[in-house]
Nanobody, 126 residues
């Protein structure tokens, strides 16, 4: 099991930036995919960015391509999400999640991620 703790959320105006962090601890070996999910108020939780821990291959939801960047620091067991040019629709709770099942690609299937953080709130005002 992996313990995940997110931080870095906050309130920004549209066009601003935030950097989210996720600290991983516990059994971090054998993970095949790390992801950031976004849950807007009243909506389903959706994957927005993924990274393969092995080779750092990344992919993004169309809604965030060109604005968000996922990265990792394996030595520190850290996952990051750099969010630029934020929009009001980016408002919500952001979760990091870990997957052991093989594969790391879109579409992101939420049920295949078994370890989750508690989430960090992002609010973007217009």
């Amino acid at each position: 099991q992996v313990q995940l703790v997110e931080s870095g959320g906050g309130s920004v105006q549209a066009g601003g930036s935030l950097r989210l962090s996720c600290a991983a601890s516990g059994n971090t070996r054998g993970l095949n995919c790390m992801a950031w999910f976004h849950q807007a108020p009243g909506m389903e939780r959706e994957g927005v960015a993924i990274i393969s821990p092995g080779d750092s291959t990344t992919d993004y939801a169309d809604s965030v391509k060109g604005r968000f960047a996922i990265s990792q620091d394996k030595a520190k067991n850290m996952l990051y999400l750099q969010m630029n040019n934020l929009r009001p629709e980016d408002t919500g709770t952001y979760y990091c999640a870990a997957r052991r099942r093989s594969g790391c690609s879109f579409p992101v299937r939420r049920y295949t991620y078994v370890d989750w953080g508690q989430g960090t709130q992002v609010t973007v005002s217009s």
